[in-house]
């Protein structure tokens, strides 16, 4: 199992309807607006990499209004 945030900017006015649609991917298991310097923070578990890749890459990188995107992947100590 792979966990990781997924820190979210999404274009001007659209916070809301960004957020929505990221409630909607496989994967996806919390979505939270916050304050800058990001808009939205998705916590997303994975059942390996590539999976995680691939929500990234075709799930909220499809998302119209999703402008910029970074990744912290959970490790354990």
Known sequence: MVQAYI????AIGKV???SKELEGLRG?????????PYDIIVF???KDF???TNTVV?????IKSVVDTNM????EL
């Open 7 to 10: 820190l979210i900017t999404a």
């Open 16 to 18: 809301r309807q960004v």
């Open 28 to 36: 996806v298991r919390s979505v939270h607006v916050v304050t800058e």
């Open 44 to 46: 997303v578990d994975a």
């Open 50 to 52: 590539g999976t995680l």
């Open 58 to 62: 075709e799930g909220i990188h499809k």
């Open 72 to 75: 912290a992947i959970v490790v």
